[in-house]
């Protein structure tokens, strides 16, 4: 589900920077938990394609339950 509000401003990844896991909000699933992330830990990025998410970020995980590829 995307949110609007601040930290996420609409966009569709959320990198939680504690747990180095990327999360797709527009496949969340309730497992996902990004209500009990720290905000100060959301990094948020519009697309996987963005630039400072590989400089800032190499190395994450991405969420087993809505990063799934489909099978």
């Known amino acids: 589900m995307r949110r ?5 401003y609409g966009k569709r990844y959320l990198y939680d ?4 896991t990327l999360h ?3 496949n969340e699933k309730t ?4 209500d009990s992330i720290d ?11 963005e630039a400072s998410l590989l400089l800032d970020h190499p190395f994450y995980y991405p969420c087993p339950h809505c990063m ?3 099978e």
């Open 4 to 8: 609007y509000e601040e930290p996420y």
């Open 17 to 20: 920077i504690e747990k180095k």
């Open 24 to 26: 797709d909000l527009v």
């Open 31 to 34: 497992e996902c938990n990004i």
């Open 39 to 49: 905000k100060e830990a959301i990094d948020m990025y519009s697309s996987l394609n």
């Open 68 to 70: 799934k590829k489909d």
